[in-house]
């Protein structure tokens, strides 16, 4: 069996993409605990939702991560329910460090991302640049 690609009902694929997401204003606010929760998050949310997560790394301003998912998943879906429950579950533990870093509450992220699929381009060059990020 062809182990590049998954099977699931009458699916075949193998979809893997690149995202970038930004803390709103750039603010430097991912680092210490803050980063280790937010990956944490993002894990527990692919695990949810049957997500792959290939590689992630932070930065002070945002987060890399490369993930696989199903061909009934849309990228955009992704990044909305990851920047939703993480912003959520950020300022129930953090409400008070979050409020003097953003006056409007319930805000972490920028309204854009970056996305890009990896194609045919190997998953280990991808994952190496975004290990190589941090």
């Known amino acids: 069996m062809d182990t590049r690609y998954n099977h699931k009902n009458r699916r075949k694929y193998n979809l893997k993409v690149h995202i970038v997401i930004v ?6 606010i991912l680092k210490d605990s803050i980063a280790e929760d937010v990956k944490q998050y ?3 949310i692919a695990t949810e ?3 792959e997560i290939l590689a992630m790394v932070t930065n002070k301003d945002h987060i890399h991560f490369l993930i696989g998912y199903d061909c009934t998943d849309c990228v955009a879906n992704i990044v909305k329910i990851v920047k939703q429950k993480t912003t959520y579950l950020l300022w129930q533990k953090y409400s008070r460090y979050l409020s003097k870093c953003y006056w409007k509450k319930k805000i972490f992220w920028s309204d854009g991302y970056f996305a890009c699929s990896i194609g045919e381009v190997s ?12």
């Open 23 to 28: 803390t709103k204003y750039r603010k430097k």
């Open 42 to 44: 993002i894990e527990d």
């Open 49 to 51: 939702k049957g997500y």
């Open 123 to 134: 998953t280990a060059t991808i994952q190496r640049y975004i290990e190589t990020q941090g």
